[in-house]
């Protein structure tokens, strides 16, 4: 089975531009999570999409965004890229079902560097 | 305002012998904790869960102990191997009711506890 895939690896983009990446979850979990890492704040939780709904929100500006499509991929989206967007970005996907806890899988993450 | 906290950077210990990994939370709703393996430029990778309705998980090497009238969460390793070493993150998620169900999309992470095994 598949992993969790996110692409690209890494990515370099210049202040102010717009940045989209991709995760593709493990097949049949219908269920994927954003995070940001940097070495300041750790692992912080931007969002979840669940059947093409985003279900909870973490506390980043309007700039990121995201989006889910019918096949549970998913892409995060930051717009007017700041120098401390630079970070580690990871996608989790998991089952999501109901009433049951469901382990989260990583993706290997985007290294985006903002220059 | 730091919901979990991993208060030990870094932990040493002897290849064979026990590693504890301890981690502290504030929030008492938490009710889903789990424990995460990361090495450089890699995702975490998970280990193990517990519930809130328990207090202890087993998984091979791998012990989870949940103490909830301390909001204390442990790893115990045993025994610890070469190939353990890396950093340990702990989680805790609040179930977030919807209409469908439960959700436990949401981690909360700790800042990382850096594991070496020497052989």
């Known amino acids: 089975k598949a992993g969790v895939t996110q692409t690209p690896r890494y990515l370099i983009k210049t202040r102010g531009q717009q940045v989209t990446l991709s995760c593709s979850p493990i097949?049949?979990?219908?269920?994927v999570s954003w995070y940001q890492q940097t070495p300041g704040q750790g692992l912080q939780f931007l969002f979840e999409?669940?059947?093409?709904?985003?279900?909870n929100k973490g506390n980043f500006p309007g700039r990121f965004s995201g989006r889910q499509f019918s096949n549970s991929r998913s892409e995060m989206n930051v717009s007017t890229l700041e120098l401390g967007d630079s970070a580690l970005y990871l996608c989790?996907?998991?089952?999501?079902?109901?009433?049951?806890?469901?382990?989260?899988?990583f993706g290997q993450g985007t290294r985006l560097t903002v220059v | 305002d730091q919901q979990v906290k991993q208060n030990s950077p870094s932990l040493s210990v002897q290849e064979g012998r026990i590693s504890i990994l301890n981690c502290d939370y504030t929030n008492s709703m938490f009710d889903y904790f789990l424990w995460y393996k990361k090495y450089p430029a890699e995702g975490p990778t998970f280990l193990i869960s517990?519930?809130?309705?328990?207090d202890k998980n087993e998984d091979g090497r791998f012990t989870v102990f949940l103490n909830k009238s301390a909001k204390h969460l442990s790893l115990h390793i045993v025994p610890s191997q070469p190939g353990d070493s890396a950093v340990y993150f702990c989680a805790a998620s609040v179930g977030f009711s919807y209409a469908g169900g439960t959700s436990y999309g949401k981690l909360t992470f700790g800042q990382g506890t850096i594991l070496t095994v020497h052989p």
């Open positions: 517990i519930s809130s309705i328990k």
């Open positions: 999409y669940f059947s093409e709904t985003q279900r």
């Open positions: 989790a996907s998991s089952l999501g079902s109901a009433w049951t806890n469901t382990e989260a899988f």
């Open positions: 097949s049949g979990h219908r269920s």
